[in-house]
């Protein structure tokens, strides 16, 4: 199972501008992200003029973040 962090609009526009260059299809823009010292690959999955960044129960686990916790997320491009 995943829960979703929504990317911050400000970052979702500038994510958008280079969006058409390095998705791999319906929107997905590959990257990778850390939480922690959690470090992925996953994609940002477009959703209602944003995108959101998927998080699955293996990185909450290893960060001990329960459903309603703030968290910060570094995410990376992948091109």
């Not at 929504?6 to 319906?26: K, L, M, Q, S």
């Not at 823009?29 to 003029?49: E, F, K, Q």
């Amino acid at each position: 199972p995943y829960h979703f962090v929504v990317v911050p609009d400000d970052e979702a526009d500038r994510i958008a501008h280079v969006a058409a260059a390095v998705t791999y299809g319906w929107g997905m823009v590959p990257v990778r992200c850390r939480i922690g010292d959690t470090v992925w690959t996953t994609s940002l999955w477009p959703r209602a003029n944003a995108f959101v960044i998927p998080i699955k129960d293996q990185v909450r686990r290893a960060e001990r973040l329960g459903l309603g916790d703030w968290t910060t997320v570094t995410v990376q491009l992948r091109v």
